[in-house]
């Protein structure tokens, strides 16, 4: 089963910066992708940020030239860098990976980090 462990979140004040890690329990080249979601109180969770495989990013508008992804590759993690944080980046945030098992597309979730952006 593959397990995917969160760190990083806390408390910070807005305009400043967190970096989250999600280790995974085996290669992350086995996956399709890697991605951070969040979810907020009251609403749905969303997807923050996704790195493919071959390196390719795509990012949530709210937080294009924000927020960072990357992976390192010898250490199975993957590392969101948030930056110039906002009160509404306020969330629980999941590590999440896709692979595919069988034909079918398995998602595996970390159990998440809470990020808190108040002054």
């Known amino acids: 089963q593959v397990q995917l462990v969160e760190s990083g979140g806390g408390l ?12 995974v329990s085996e290669n992350i080249f086995n996956f399709l992708t890697m991605g951070w979601y969040r ?3 009251g609403k749905q ?35 969101l860098q948030m930056n110039s944080l906002k ?14 098992v069988r034909a079918a597309i398995n998602n595996y979730w970390g159990q998440g980090t809470q990020v808190t952006v108040s002054s």
């Open 12 to 23: 910070v004040q807005p305009g400043g910066s967190l970096r989250l890690s999600c280790v």
């Open 39 to 41: 979810q907020a109180p």
């Open 45 to 79: 969770r969303e997807l923050v940020a996704v790195i493919t495989s071959r390196g390719s990013t795509n990012y949530v508008d709210s937080v294009k030239g924000r927020f960072t992804i990357s992976t390192d590759n010898a250490k199975n993690t993957v590392h």
């Open 87 to 100: 009160p509404e980046d306020t969330a629980v945030y999941y590590c999440n990976s896709k692979k595919v």
